[in-house]
């Protein structure tokens, strides 16, 4: 059985967007990307909403990305190797392979995907977040926290939950990112 993991780069204030929906503050170096990837290893099943995996997407459907680095390379490879989920109701097909749509977050259907697997599932994005958080489907919280703050945006995590954590890892980078594992107490 795999764990459902909600990862977020955030800003200190929790933010994972600015006011003006700018997330170039947020770009990893190269330690942090490594360890990142390393991370993403161990998802076979990613679970985007629209705008996500539009985000997402040119991973599989822009080559020059990949071609950036060798780190952008190997996310690239990691990345297309998962299947995706895409929950949405305006999207009409999907751009990349081993990617489908369900117009609906059914977290039934998401709990019987998680029993039956035993690959790790992420959850990308907030707002797609925040259904799993409120369902209480999320296992582990992984948060890199960028040394910033920005004053206001889209928030990393939804209001209104109350969840105890477990505190499992908390490694520090060079350019001043924290990485903060929890695991959800139930």
Not at 1 to 22: P, Q, T
Not at 171 to 186: E, I, M, S, T
């Amino acid at each position: 059985m795999g764990n459902l993991i909600y990862a977020a780069i955030m800003s200190l204030d929790g933010y994972i967007e600015d006011e003006d929906g700018k997330f170039d503050w947020a770009v990893p170096d190269e330690e942090v990307h490594a360890f990142v990837n390393d991370l993403e290893r161990g998802a076979g099943t990613y679970l985007y909403g629209r705008r996500m995996y539009e985000t997402m997407n040119g991973w599989e459907t822009d080559p020059g990305i990949a071609a950036q680095s060798a780190l952008a390379a190997d996310f690239a490879q990691i990345w297309q190797a998962a299947d995706k989920i895409v929950y949405s109701t305006t999207l009409q097909e999907v751009s990349t392979t081993r990617t489908c749509i369900e117009r609906a977050f059914d977290p039934e259907a998401v709990r019987e995907l998680e029993a039956k697997t035993s690959h790790d599932i992420a959850v990308g994005g907030p707002s797609l977040a925040a259904h799993a958080i409120k369902a209480g489907l999320v296992d582990e919280y992984h948060l890199f926290l960028i040394p910033i703050m920005v004053g206001g945006g889209k928030p990393a995590l939804p209001a209104g939950v109350w969840t105890q954590l477990e505190l499992l890892d908390e490694p520090r980078f060079g350019n001043g990112v924290a990485y903060l594992r929890y695991l959800a107490k139930r």
